[in-house]
């Protein structure tokens, strides 16, 4: 959750506010949240009581939820890793370019994330703890104003982070989650800023007609000003949907934004899409694209990725 990955900041449509676009998701999410709501308290399903499941008492197998992973979409998902189970997730490969050519300005950035890792181990029936680091990152600048060449390259900074469903984790057409998390600034060689950075992400699953799954999230972070060492607010939405296509082949579509409070900024959007295939209950591979709608957003980011649950 580096501010390096959501360069949260660019010259778009003009303007220093969302468009009326990302309004209305807010809205659409605003609604979603309050549906849920009601759902959770009118549903008729009884999960069985795994409580007593913790680190040191794990969850048997029989007992387990189907795997559940946070990636590939940017959508967090509010479901926890059962108790005493072990989960990795990471990126393969991931790729970003970036080219902006605004007042009389040609720069490129490419930027290669080599398996980057969210190792995560279930504490609670309801609780979990994830560890992200950026294992080795790359990135390439090319000025051709100024025919200038740079490459950087090394470790990346660690997020640590503690999801707690509040429910919907085990059964329910609907499942609401909260967690915190915060970002030591462990890069090297410039491949981030020198802060400690946090926030907080509320994710939101919501089970549709014909088998279509939603998925919501808003998020507040806390992070570093660009040119100084004072800090401001990114505020953060997205929207997902999902469905089956062919036995254990999925996809999604996605809608992300991302809008920041610091002086002169503008709005981050992307259209993101993107393919999971299961390979039996704890394995998953995952495939997608993320599209910048805006300047400041990268143009193209291919990615393939890895789950992993044991």
Not at 24 to 35: E, K, P, Q
Not at 123 to 152: F, G, H, K, P, S
Request: with cysteine; proline share 5%.
């Amino acid at each position: 959750m580096s501010s390096r990955h959501r360069r949260a900041i660019c010259n778009c449509l003009g303007g220093s506010k969302p468009p009326l676009l990302v309004l209305a998701i807010l809205c659409v999410f605003s609604g979603l949240t309050t549906r849920a709501f009601a759902g959770s308290l009118t549903g008729t399903e009884t999960p069985a009581d795994k409580r007593g499941f913790n680190l040191f008492n794990p969850t048997p197998a029989s007992s387990l939820r189907e795997l559940s992973t946070d990636r590939p979409d940017k959508t967090e998902s509010p479901y926890t890793v059962d108790a005493g189970h072990f989960q990795i997730e990471l990126d393969l490969l991931s790729y970003s370019y970036d080219r902006d050519s605004v007042d009389r300005a040609d720069r490129t950035v490419e930027s290669f994330a080599i398996a980057p890792i969210n190792f995560k181990v279930g504490l609670l029936n309801n609780m979990d703890l994830q560890i992200i680091v950026e294992t080795y990152n790359i990135e390439r600048t090319r000025d051709r104003a100024a025919r200038t060449r740079e490459e950087i390259s090394g470790f990346g900074d660690v997020t640590v982070r503690w999801k707690t469903n509040l429910w919907g984790n085990d059964g329910g057409e609907t499942a609401f989650g909260v967690m915190p998390f915060v970002k030591f600034p462990t890069n090297q060689r410039g491949l981030g800023n020198d802060a400690v950075e946090g926030g907080i992400i509320f994710p939101l699953a919501i089970a549709l007609p014909c088998d279509f799954s939603l998925g919501a999230m808003t998020e507040a972070d806390f992070v570093q000003n660009g040119e100084n060492s004072d800090y401001h607010g990114e505020f953060i939405n997205s929207i997902t949907v999902s469905h089956s296509i062919v036995g254990e082949l999925s996809g999604y579509v996605e809608f992300f934004s991302s809008v920041s409070t610091e002086r002169d900024a503008e709005w981050v959007g992307t259209f993101d899409f993107g393919f999971t295939y299961g390979i039996g209950p704890n394995v998953q591979l995952d495939a997608g694209m993320n599209v910048g709608l805006t300047r400041s957003a990268d143009d193209l980011n291919p990615f393939v990725g890895l789950s992993v649950r044991y």
